[in-house]
């Protein structure tokens, strides 16, 4: 018996919904499995993986806490993607974000306000989006290939927040812990109910900013101008839209996100700069993009999806004494299988007869 | 129809209710030929028709779904093209599979199985091409080389492996008149040979000219085997499309002489963008209102880099080179040139002129967001959808597109139905300066009337239209002058009264542009 793929006549819209879905089963058959060959009982393992996350409020919040930089990273990167930019390097501008909105508090402590808090979020927001401009601007004057510096910058930028903190910015009171000094109040983002758990104000950020881009993409000429520069280049210079302006505009709105997202997690959940600031929430972000369609909406539901891996993955650490590698294992499926059930979209599998196959082998 | 009767009068080819099937769609459908011995066999039909499906089967790349091939009266399978090849089929496709950074020589190695030293290859090759009638030097470089130099590389390749019956798919669409003529020769000296030809084709005087048979397909079933030198043009074209022709109705009233200029193209000039591309040398052309000025030429001549320096999706230097409307658009991009009241239509449907994978409607935002702001987008650039759909049905019904959802993609739509779309979505703006290239390519008989039709009415009501064409009938039709692109070069345009098809022949081979009226003349 042979397997065909046969193009569909019309993109299935049956299949464009169903495909995250069809992933996710996949990932958590899979994933059982891998329980299994580690010697856990697979029912066991996905029951503290995924469901007893669920059964807290305070985890809840901690759910919270990990899908706001997922959504808000995602939902800039799914413009770049939609455009046919593809920034790999949201990592590095959350990094740089989170660094230039911390200069505040940590360089002037003395300077405490109630100002402080949204200037450090501008420039969270203005870092990230200069970190991204470097890999836009090389693509539109050099042609250099996106992928490779933007993934490449986030290298730099890891580095560069290592010598911060082990350099100038450490906390001279901090007995020589690779640590800035604690965050004042005033630079603090601040618990959205503090008396339940610690989710602060970036998932708000997060949700605000998927439905002003659903908005903007699906309702716009200029979400209009992302997809057809996207889809088919010569189009959309045909009807007059600059692909350079268009590479500018993606990699400084998704920038922009990542950086928010950067001084966010700071600010709200770390309270000072340390070596490492992220579990790799700039590039579990692709996966969370992909698995949400590309589509604001669809994001937020892949952002907590994959926040809970994270959660399960911990959690899977204490009960079980698992390695938190699985946490990754599972996000590396998950992206595995959302790309390969997208070709289900255009194409319909046929099993060709054996009649066939005998004639094939002829 | 014999079976296997030794040396007798079997068959080259045969085939018995041969059918494909995709989907629900019957692309060929019980089709029965007889390719004889020492024949040029037309094959015959509009686009779509199911000649190429027909062809892909006999040539091994796709597998019937029902019937039978006989090969010399036996039954045979051909599996893939490489079985086709060695039973002795041959194939010279329309589109060229060349490296055009290799010579001729390396190219024909490389479609050869064994190791041959290239140096023998092009020995063979060499001879080939003197004992057919098919001059080529098989260490030039195929950038180098015509559309019609190409041609015989791909001939010459074929040849090679000695075929007994090759197949051939339009190859006449990308040649001069001139360049044809020489194809034939070869053509009739293969047939002298004892080798057979199925040769596919729409145009219906050459058929008449060269082959002994033909067998006219109509939406995958044969409609008719028929001696083709015993049926006029006429005849032929209506087995194809199966009714009348429609004519196009054209006031041979004299132009409004005189009309204001409303496109001009002075010493326009640019460098190749890459390097294959051919360079833009010193173009001159205006186009009045009122009138359809035809560019005539062979493929890959300019066309595509005049088209584009036209619609500014490249920009000019010098402002001055494209006015439109009387003012200078050189500089100005494509939007900026439409709100002068132009509009653009490119060769390539499906990737230039509308996006696949958008909606009809989306499509119709395309081209027009800046023009029909006011009417499509809100406050905020927000897109009002509705207004676009009843746009989008408007054009859908007034210019006839079939289409099989209310607001399909564009991919979903055929070639025809989606450039009658794509014309219609620029006609509906009613612009002053419509610039268009290849507006048929591709496009059945139907639809093309429509398509011309609806260029001439839009001439007719004031506007200045710029046809750009490999079809020299379709502008003999509606062209009211025709100037000839030739490498990068256009020659002065005659007034279709004194145009012949031998002197606009000679101007696409290469002629001086100052020889055309005394070459018309001789014709």
Redesign the interface.
């Known amino acids: 018996m042979r397997v065909e793929l046969?193009k569909r006549?019309?993109?299935s819209k049956l299949f464009s919904a169903l495909s995250p879905l069809i992933a996710l089963a996949l990932t958590l058959l899979c994933g059982a499995a891998i329980f299994a060959a580690l010697g856990k009982n697979p029912a066991e393992g996905l029951y503290f993986y995924f469901i007893d996350p669920l059964r807290e409020v305070w985890s809840l919040h901690e759910l919270a806490v990990k899908a706001g930089p997922l959504i808000l990273i995602a939902v800039g990167l799914s413009v770049c993607y939609l455009s046919n930019n593809w920034n790999i390097g949201a990592e590095g501008q959350f990094i740089i974000g989170a660094i230039a909105g911390a200069s505040l508090p940590v360089l002037l402590p003395d300077f405490q306000s109630p100002v402080v808090l949204p200037l450090m979020l501008i420039f969270g927001m203005l870092g990230g989006a200069a970190y991204a401009s470097i890999p836009a601007f090389l693509k539109t004057r050099f042609g250099t290939n996106e992928i490779l510096t933007s993934l490449m910058l986030v290298y730099v930028a890891q580095l560069f927040l290592d010598w911060l903190v082990r350099g100038p910015w450490r906390d001279p009171a901090g007995n020589n812990f690779p640590l800035t000094r604690r965050f004042h109040p005033d630079a603090v983002l601040p618990e959205i109910m503090p008396t339940s758990g610690s989710a602060h104000w970036g998932i708000v950020f997060a949700l605000v900013a998927a439905v002003v881009v659903w908005f903007l993409v699906s309702?716009?000429?200029?979400g209009?101008e992302v997809?057809?520069l996207g889809?088919?280049p010569?189009?959309?210079?045909?009807?007059?839209f600059s692909g350079k302006r268009m590479v500018f505009f993606a990699f400084l709105l998704s920038g922009a996100l990542a950086g928010l997202a950067g001084i966010s997690e700071v600010s709200g959940a770390i309270g000072y700069l340390q070596p490492v600031i992220s579990p790799g929430y700039g590039f579990t972000a692709i996966i969370v993009a992909f698995l949400g369609r590309l589509n604001p909406l669809g994001i937020v539901a892949a952002g907590f999806v994959l926040a809970l891996t994270y959660l399960g993955g911990e959690a899977a650490q204490i009960s079980l004494g698992m390695s938190d590698k699985v946490a990754r294992v599972f996000q590396g499926m998950l992206l595995f299988f959302v790309l390969g059930c997208d070709t289900l979209i255009h194409y319909r599998v046929r099993f060709a007869g054996r009649g066939?196959s005998m004639?094939?082998a002829? | 129809m014999s079976q296997v009767s030794a040396e007798g009068d079997p068959a080259l080819l045969e085939t018995r209710k041969l059918t494909k099937v995709f989907?629900a769609v019957t692309a060929c459908d019980a089709i029965d030929l007889r390719i004889a011995r020492g024949e040029i066999h037309a094959l015959l039909g509009e686009n779509g028709a199911g000649k190429s499906t027909l062809v892909k089967m006999l040539f091994g790349s796709l597998?019937p779904t029902a019937g039978e091939v006989l090969w010399k009266g036996t039954p045979t399978?051909i599996?893939s093209p490489a079985e086709a090849r060695r039973l002795g089929i041959g194939m010279v496709f329309q589109h060229f599979s060349l490296f055009e950074a290799l010579t001729a020589a390396q190219n024909i190695a490389l479609a050869l199985p064994d190791r041959t030293p290239i140096a023998t290859i092009a020995e063979r090759a060499r001879t080939l091409s003197t004992g057919y009638g098919l001059p080529l030097d098989p260490q030039s470089l195929v950038a180098d080389l015509s559309v019609g130099e190409r041609q015989r590389i791909e001939i010459i390749r074929c040849l090679l492996q000695e075929p007994e019956l090759i197949i051939l798919d339009e190859p006449t669409s990308v040649l001069t008149p001139q360049e044809a003529d020489r194809l034939f020769e070869t053509l009739l000296r293969l047939r002298g040979e004892g080798k057979s030809i199925l040769y596919i084709s729409h145009r219906l005087d050459e058929v008449k000219r060269i082959c002994d048979a033909a067998t006219v397909l109509r939406h995958g079933k044969v409609v008719a085997h028929c001696d083709p030198r015993d049926e006029t043009a006429g005849s032929l074209a209506r087995m194809m499309v199966g009714t009348e022709v429609h004519a196009i109705r054209r006031s041979d009233a004299p132009l409004l002489t005189g009309g204001e200029a409303l496109l001009e193209i002075n010493q326009l000039s640019r460098p190749p963008a890459t390097p294959f591309a051919i360079p833009l040398r010193n173009v001159d052309l205006q186009v009045r209102a009122g009138e359809i000025v035809g560019i005539a030429g062979v493929a890959g001549n300019g066309q595509s880099e005049l088209f584009e320096a036209l619609?500014g999706?490249t920009l000019q230097p010098d402002a001055a080179a494209i006015r439109i409307g009387g003012r200078d658009a050189g500089q100005l991009?494509?939007?900026e040139r439409?709100l002068l009241g132009s509009a653009?239509v490119?060769e390539?449907r499906l990737?230039?002129?509308?996006?696949?994978?958008?909606r009809l409607s989306?499509n119709l935002?395309?081209?027009r967001?800046?023009t029909d702001r006011n009417a499509f987008?809100g406050r905020?650039?927000?897109?009002f959808s509705g207004a676009i759909q009843l746009a989008s049905q408007r054009i859908t019904k007034s210019m006839d597109v079939r289409k099989s959802?209310a607001d399909?993609?564009a991919a979903?739509l055929s070639g025809g139905n989606l450039q009658k779309f794509i014309i219609g979505r620029e006609l509906d703006r009613q612009p002053s300066v419509l610039v268009v290239n290849q507006p048929t390519w591709g496009v059945d008989a139907g639809a093309a009337a429509r398509i011309r039709q609806a260029l001439i009415e839009l001439a007719r009501n004031g506007s200045a239209v710029l046809v750009i064409s490999q079809d020299l009938d379709e502008l003999f039709e509606i062209a009211d002058a025709i100037a000839v692109m030739h490498d990068g070069r256009l020659s002065a345009p005659l007034p279709r009264s004194e145009a012949t098809f031998e002197a606009i022949g000679l101007l696409m081979g290469g002629a001086e542009p100052g020889h055309a009226g005394r070459a018309g003349e001789a014709a």
């Not at chain 2, 905020?380 to 897109?383: E, K, M, N, Q, Y």
């Open positions: 046969v006549p019309q993109h309702r716009t000429i200029k209009f997809r057809v889809a088919s010569r189009a959309g210079r045909f009807a007059g066939d004639a094939e002829r | 989907g597998e399978r599996a619609s999706e991009t494509i939007s439409r653009f490119p390539e990737g230039h002129g509308a996006a696949p994978r958008l989306e935002l395309l081209s967001h800046r987008l905020l650039g927000i897109v959802a399909p993609e979903a």
